[in-house]
C-alpha cells in the first residue's frame, strides 16, 4: 500500500471476534458488516497483509479487548514515538 521505506511502525489491534460482534452492534453497524468485520478477524485478515507488505521486526500485535488494553496500547504507542523521536533527533 506504501512503500516500505515510509513505514517504521506497523500497529495491528486485535481482539476476541464476539467482543468485535458486540462492538459493532451497539454501534450500529448492519449484520453484513458486522459478519465481514468478523470474518476479517477471524481470518486474521489485517495481520496477514501487514506480514506480506513489512518486515516481521516492524510490525507489532497488539490485543484491545477491554479499556486496560486500550490504554495500555496508547502508552506502548506514545514511548515507541518518543524513543523514535529521540533517536531521529526530533521534539514531539
Known amino acids: 500500500m506504501f512503500p516500505e521505506s515510509w513505514i517504521d511502525l506497523v500497529v495491528v489491534l486485535q481482539t476476541d471476534h464476539t467482543i468485535l460482534w458486540n462492538r459493532l452492534e451497539a454501534r450500529g453497524y448492519s449484520l453484513q458488516k458486522i459478519q465481514e468485520n468478523n470474518e476479517a478477524e477471524i481470518m486474521q485478515v489485517v495481520l496477514s497483509e501487514a506480514q506480506e507488505s513489512y518486515k516481521e521486526d516492524i510490525i507489532m ?11 495500555e496500547i496508547v502508552q506502548r504507542i506514545a514511548l515507541w514515538l518518543n524513543n523514535w523521536a529521540a533517536s531521529h533527533n526530533r521534539d514531539m
Open 61 to 71: 500485535v497488539l490485543p484491545s479487548d477491554n479499556v486496560q488494553q486500550q490504554d
